[in-house]
């Protein structure tokens, strides 16, 4: 049998292994979560627009045997500026008939007029060259084109309400990868509001 002596050296063994787990796991939960080095970030970013599909609206389209796909020398410039859209029939534009899009899916057509997908390239004169971060994370998180408080929505298809629900240090992490992109000086046309959009021929 164990004496009291031995059983008091055992307990106290016990108690000193748990007092240093406990420390431990303390210490761990108080580190700072590892910072990401630029190329870090740029990777991260580049797998956060693939994942998200940014590439499905913001890349022209080449047409392949097994349909369209990316055009990789213009990656991310939005939509053509020399691609003019056709006539459209404005009388299959409303809720519950057809949304419409050009075949690169760089055009979209529905009740909230036409939308074109920007250029996110750091060209500076047409492109994402002059933002900065902090404007970049304020488009994404209020959903307002250029991140002006009183101007208008950012317009579908941009899933910018959940874009914006990303982390801080994963909008930076796009944004880094867009910078890290070759700048293409491309005019992405304006936004068109419904009530200006040209109407077609209508159907008889």
């Known amino acids: 049998m164990k004496t009291t002596k031995q059983k008091f050296f055992f307990l106290c063994l016990l108690l000193s292994g748990t007092v240093a787990l406990l ?29 998200g599909g940014c590439n499905d609206c913001h890349t022209p389209k080449i047409m392949t045997a097994k349909g369209p796909i990316p055009d990789e020398t213009r990656l991310l410039s939005g939509h053509p500026e020399e691609d003019q ?16 899009a050009n075949s690169g899916l760089t055009a979209w ?21 002059a933002w900065t971060e902090e404007l970049f994370i304020k488009i994404l998180r209020t959903g307002k084109f250029m991140g002006v408080d009183a101007g208008r929505d950012i317009m579908p298809p941009m ?5 914006g629900q990303l982390t801080d240090e994963d909008l930076k992490s796009i944004f880094a990868y867009l910078r890290s992109l070759k700048p ?21």
């Not at 431990?24 to 590892?34: F, G, H, I, L």
């Not at 859209?85 to 949304?99: A, C, F, M, N, V």
């Not at 057509?109 to 060259?129: C, E, M, Q």
């Not at 899933?159 to 874009?163: K, L, T, V």
């Open 159 to 163: 899933p910018w309400q959940q874009i």
């Open 23 to 51: 420390s431990q796991c303390t210490s761990e939960e108080k580190k700072e979560p590892a910072t990401l080095t630029p190329e870090q970030m740029v990777e991260r970013g580049r797998y956060l627009v693939n994942i």
């Open 85 to 100: 859209l056709p006539e459209i029939d404005t009388s299959e534009i409303r809720p519950g008939k057809w949304y419409l």
């Open 109 to 129: 057509v529905g009740p909230w007029g036409i939308s074109f997908p920007v250029n996110l390239t750091p060209d500076s004169a047409t492109g994402t060259g």
């Open 184 to 204: 293409i000086r491309n005019i992405v046309p304006a936004y068109v509001p419904p009530n200006e959009i040209p109407a077609g021929k209508k159907k008889a």
